[in-house]
């Protein structure tokens, strides 16, 4: 017996950007295991190996229910993105779910000495890229019924709510990715359009990795004395957002591991 998300599910094309690690990765799995008898994904990622092993790893674990397409997007190239949808086989471009998930940290440093670069990939990746990949899937959404039907899943932070010292670009583009997703959810009132943002907490993945340069004992440090929460604690709670009744909207969440209160509200274990 399926139960009543995976019958919401079913039929649907999935799009999760950054799906070759971490959330992504995590969120790509608990689609395919939510509703695996008829479901399509497209895994977007610039380390298209990788998101080869994740379409053969589901292939594994769920069979043939799921159709999986690893794709090659880098999500701050505008071109990229303008050409993604139409660079697809048909059979994939008729998306119902896009999971805005790409995203990255650069580094700690504080005005004046932050590397302008970093400032770049940050704002390119994370906001420019989020809102270009948005208006790539929209026109799709907006040819259905009632004004237009899809889900957009956008992944925030608690740091776009709550700045702290040391990552204040970080910080500026996920509160970017915030008001960018609650005009859009009032632009769409008219529609069937669902506007969804998830703000994790602190998550074990290959984010602080990516922040410390590729330095792991820098990253091993952040979650010291911490229990993080796990990619698959986010992943569930995106595919329990995009499996409500469609007149339920998960508009906002805000998602903390019980020692976390806040960016620096940390409880360790000495
Ligand atoms: N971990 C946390 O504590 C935490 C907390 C709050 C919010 N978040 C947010 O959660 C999201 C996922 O992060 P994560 O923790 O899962 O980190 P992660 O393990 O480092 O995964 C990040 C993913 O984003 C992809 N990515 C980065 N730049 C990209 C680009 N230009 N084009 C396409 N894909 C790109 C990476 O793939 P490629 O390198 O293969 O392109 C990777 O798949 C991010 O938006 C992050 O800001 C994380």
């Given at each position: 017996?399926?139960?009543?998300?995976?019958?919401?599910?079913?039929?649907?094309?999935?799009?999760?950007?950054?799906?070759?690690?971490?959330?992504?990765?995590?969120?790509?799995k608990?689609?395919?295991?939510?509703?695996?008898?008829?479901?399509?994904?497209?895994?977007?990622a610039?380390?298209?190996?990788?998101?080869?092993?994740?379409?053969?790893?589901?292939?594994?674990?769920?069979?043939?229910?799921?159709?999986?397409?690893?794709?090659?997007?880098?999500?701050s190239?505008?071109?990229?993105?303008?050409?993604?949808?139409?660079?697809?086989?048909?059979?994939?471009?008729?998306?119902?779910?896009?999971?805005?998930?790409?995203?990255?940290?650069?580094?700690?440093?504080?005005?004046?000495?932050i590397?302008?670069?970093?400032?770049?990939?940050?704002?390119?990746?994370?906001?420019?890229?989020?809102?270009?990949?948005?208006?790539?899937?929209?026109?799709?959404?907006?040819?259905?019924?009632?004004?237009?039907?899809?889900?957009?899943?956008?992944?925030?932070s608690?740091?776009?709510?709550?700045?702290?010292?040391?990552?204040?670009?970080?910080?500026?583009?996920?509160?970017?990715?915030?008001?960018?997703?609650?005009?859009?959810?009032?632009?769409?009132?008219?529609?069937?359009?669902?506007?969804?943002?998830?703000?994790?907490?602190?998550?074990?993945?290959?984010?602080?990795?990516?922040?410390?340069?590729?330095?792991?004992?820098?990253?091993?440090?952040?979650?010291?004395?911490?229990?993080?929460?796990?990619?698959?604690?986010?992943?569930?709670?995106?595919?329990?957002?995009?499996?409500?009744?469609?007149?339920v909207?998960?508009?906002?969440?805000?998602i903390?591991?019980?020692?976390?209160?806040?960016?620096?509200?940390?409880?360790?274990?000495?």
């Amino acid at each position: 017996m399926a139960t009543a998300m995976a019958k919401r599910l079913e039929g649907k094309t999935i799009l999760v950007t950054g799906a070759s690690s971490g959330i992504g990765r995590s969120t790509a799995k608990e689609f395919a295991r939510t509703a695996p008898k008829n479901l399509k994904i497209i895994l977007a990622a610039r380390r298209v190996d990788t998101l080869k092993e994740i379409a053969q790893e589901i292939k594994e674990e769920v069979g043939d229910g799921v159709k999986v397409l690893p794709a090659k997007l880098d999500v701050s190239n505008p071109e990229e993105v303008k050409n993604f949808v139409s660079s697809l086989p048909a059979e994939f471009q008729d998306i119902d779910i896009l999971v805005n998930n790409a995203g990255l940290v650069k580094g700690v440093a504080q005005a004046p000495n932050i590397d302008p670069q970093d400032v770049d990939v940050m704002f390119s990746t994370n906001v420019t890229g989020l809102i270009n990949m948005t208006q790539a899937i929209l026109p799709i959404f907006k040819k259905r019924s009632e004004g237009g039907r899809g889900d957009i899943i956008n992944i925030g932070s608690i740091a776009g709510r709550e700045p702290y010292p040391g990552g204040s670009i970080y910080c500026a583009t996920k509160a970017a990715v915030r008001s960018f997703t609650d005009a859009l959810r009032k632009e769409l009132i008219a529609t069937r359009i669902r506007i969804i943002e998830i703000d994790p907490g602190q998550v074990e993945t290959e984010f602080s990795v990516v922040r410390f340069y590729g330095d792991k004992s820098k990253a091993d440090a952040v979650y010291a004395g911490c229990e993080p929460l796990t990619p698959d604690d986010i992943a569930e709670v995106i595919v329990f957002a995009a499996g409500r009744r469609e007149n339920v909207v998960i508009a906002d969440t805000l998602i903390f591991p019980s020692h976390q209160a806040s960016p620096g509200a940390m409880h360790r274990k000495v």
